[in-house]
């Protein structure tokens, strides 16, 4: 049996190791540290924002976002409806209540029209939310400049998930510093990792300070532990911002491999047209975190279950495009708006697969991948023809 290929696993760099036994040497294993200081610097100049706070996960950053943004219990959130359930965990923590935005075929992200009716629907029922939630998905950004103006029009801040988009460009900019606050997440499967880990941004000192005010027990500055509100543990410890310092430096490199990845498989898949590549708007900069595609016709969701389990037997982990959130029992009721011409997020989850993509997935592996994708095709183009 040949060796399970990962959907996207964590690969380490050279200088991880370095800044983990300098925390050991200088016994600053946790809390917080030079290191965390030093991850925050790194990372706010890398993202071009102000201020950075290192964080347990990106959920718990999200989490923080939201108190920052002042969301409380009853009030209502916009989210994408297409995302991780960690982008809105966090609204149910507040006791807020999310509505869900459908996404739009030029990113798969937000369609600022679905947007746009939400907005005027909310103004309608008093149900003005207290921020938007906009996710940037598998290393491509949202489209910024038709979503930010509409937030603006109704003096909602935006919240911008970029768990997932960490090194993508937006005309040139860097994806996580369009919102009032932004975030990134450092799990073991997102484009560096720190094995668990988040950072919550924004060009607003004040808010940053505050974030890490909460995430530190909410403790005031008295040494006897004085306490006026409740607070959360959810710094980061040294140990592990040493390992996102070291990861931070071949960001640039994970980005390059990962869009070569892609190229790969676009080339050598390039005459299977039923499958079609989640698109990269011209002038931005998509990390292709995952290598995603849909595939086309009437059966497209039968064919997919079929080449999803024709690749887990050759012990292939690739996984359909996320659920959506308003298709979620745990979200049950939840308003949502589709974009023009219907639910897209439900026919991208309906048709949609994401590939191993990793940045140390070696050529060897990469071919096995496309071989066997390449069965799984014509099996379910047969599949399709006898149905
Ligand atoms: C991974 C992810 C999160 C949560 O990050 P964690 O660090 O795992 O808590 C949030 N949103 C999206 C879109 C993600 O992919």
Redesign the pocket.
């Known amino acids: 049996m040949s060796q399970r290929i990962w959907l996207s696993s964590p690969h380490l760099g050279e200088e991880e190791t370095a800044f983990v036994e300098d925390a050991f040497r200088t016994n600053w294993i946790a809390p917080l540290g030079p290191h965390v200081d030093g991850f925050e610097r790194d990372l706010a100049s890398y993202a071009g924002v102000g201020h950075a706070a290192a964080v347990s ?6 989490h923080l976002a939201l108190l920052l943004l002042g969301v409380e219990r009853g009030d209502t959130v916009f989210c994408s409806s297409l ?2 359930v ?2 809105c965990n966090p609204i149910l923590y507040c006791g807020a209540q999310p509505v869900f935005i459908d996404s739009e075929p030029q990113t798969w992200n937000m369609s600022p029209s679905a947007l746009e009716r939400a907005f005027a629907w909310a103004k309608q029922e008093g149900r003005m939310p207290r921020c938007v939630v906009v ?1 940037n ?1 598998y290393g491509q950004s949202a489209d910024m400049d038709a979503i930010l103006p509409i937030c603006q029009r109704y003096g909602v801040p935006v919240l911008e ?1 970029a ?2 988009s960490l090194g993508a460009l937006y005309k040139g900019r860097a994806s996580g510093s369009f919102g009032r606050i932004g ?1 990134f ?3 073991g ?2 484009i560096i990792t720190t094995s ?3 950072m919550l941004v924004a060009d607003d000192e004040a808010l940053v300070q505050r974030a890490r005010k909460l995430a530190t027990q909410a403790r005031e500055p008295a040494a006897h532990y004085e306490h006026v509100e409740v607070g959360f543990n959810y710094r980061m410890s040294n140990v592990l911002a040493g390992i996102g310092r070291g990861q931070l430096k071949v960001l640039e490199q994970r980005v390059a491999q990962r869009r070569q990845v892609f190229e790969t498989y676009r080339k050598e898949l390039a005459g299977h047209t039923q499958l079609h590549w989640m698109p990269e708007p011209a002038g931005d900069r998509s990390t292709r975190w995952l290598t995603c595609f849909t595939l086309d016709g009437p059966h497209a969701s039968v064919k997919r279950d079929l080449v999803l389990r024709y690749l887990e037997r050759h012990s292939i982990e690739a996984r359909p495009v996320w659920k959506p959130m308003h298709q979620q029992p745990l979200f049950r009721g939840a308003p949502y708006f589709a974009h023009e011409g219907g639910d897209l997020s439900g026919s991208l989850f309906d048709a949609g697969i994401c590939l191993p993509s990793g940045s140390n997935m070696t050529d060897e592996q990469q071919a096995r991948v496309i071989e066997q994708l390449r069965r799984a095709l014509a099996l379910a183009e047969d599949t399709r023809a006898a149905a």
Not at 57 to 62: L, P
């Open positions: 996960s990106g959920t718990a950053a999200i995302t991780f960690g982008s996710v998905l998930d768990a997932e975030v997440s450092f799990n499967n997102k668990g880990g988040g």
